[in-house]
């Protein structure tokens, strides 16, 4: 019976835990179609340091009001910070969406642009981040889209955020089961 109720109370932590990080979020940026200029949002509006979160985190950027059949360059500027995270096709209707997610080239990116780290294989021919120092500083910085073949561009704010206990927690696991190596 004594199990039952340390169950229950485990279970009724957990359940309030997940609801107060789903609730804490904030909703995400839709583009204003009422503005016909260059425009760019990103989701979700906050990028975390920690490296199992940041690896698992798609980060998506929907813009519009640039020129059909252009591209556009995304990059992520502020506190001597200027490195790239995408390129995206402008369609038809002047929209366009870049996606740094699971892909090789967007995992690439979120190493060495945001954790400013290397990546290596083990001996079973896994990737394995690999940091050398610090990565980029928490704080406020901005997402620039630059069109390649017009002087557009738009901009929107980002937020930075170091990483939690709990991301910690995963990147300590990570490391010992050789997923991340910490050579700071």
């Given at each position: 019976?004594?199990?039952l109720?340390?169950?229950?109370?485990?279970?009724?932590?957990?359940?309030?835990?997940?609801?107060?990080?789903?609730?804490?979020?904030?909703?995400?940026?839709?583009l204003?179609?009422?503005?016909?200029g260059?425009?760019?949002?990103?989701?979700?509006?906050?990028?975390?340091?920690?490296?199992?979160?940041?690896?698992?985190?798609?980060?998506?950027?929907?813009?519009?009001?640039?020129?059909?059949g252009?591209?556009?360059?995304?990059?992520?500027?502020?506190?001597?910070?200027?490195?790239?995270?995408?390129?995206?096709?402008?369609?038809?209707?002047?929209?366009?969406r870049?996606?740094?997610g699971?892909?090789?080239?967007?995992?690439?990116?979120?190493?060495?642009?945001?954790?400013?780290?290397?990546?290596?294989?083990?001996?079973?021919?896994?990737?394995?981040?690999?940091?050398?120092?610090?990565?980029?500083?928490?704080?406020?910085?901005?997402?620039?889209?630059?069109?390649?073949?017009?002087?557009?561009?738009?901009?929107?704010?980002?937020?930075?955020?170091?990483?939690?206990?709990?991301?910690?927690?995963?990147?300590?696991?990570?490391?010992?089961?050789?997923?991340?190596?910490?050579?700071?």
């Amino acid at each position: 019976m004594q199990h039952l109720k340390r169950f229950r109370l485990l279970g009724f932590i957990a359940a309030v835990f997940f609801i107060f990080t789903l609730g804490c979020a904030a909703p995400p940026k839709v583009l204003d179609r009422s503005f016909s200029g260059p425009q760019v949002v990103m989701n979700p509006q906050v990028i975390p340091l920690g490296v199992a979160k940041l690896m698992a985190t798609n980060i998506v950027f929907d813009g519009s009001g640039f020129q059909p059949g252009d591209s556009v360059f995304i990059s992520l500027i502020g506190q001597d910070v200027n490195t790239s995270l995408a390129l995206a096709k402008v369609q038809q209707d002047g929209t366009f969406r870049a996606e740094v997610g699971q892909s090789s080239l967007a995992k690439l990116a979120k190493i060495t642009g945001i954790l400013r780290a290397n990546v290596a294989t083990n001996e079973k021919f896994d990737s394995v981040v690999v940091l050398t120092g610090p990565t980029i500083p928490a704080g406020a910085y901005t997402a620039r889209a630059t069109s390649l073949l017009s002087p557009l561009t738009a901009e929107t704010s980002v937020v930075v955020a170091g990483p939690s206990f709990f991301s910690r927690i995963k990147d300590s696991i990570a490391g010992m089961l050789g997923k991340i190596e910490d050579k700071r």
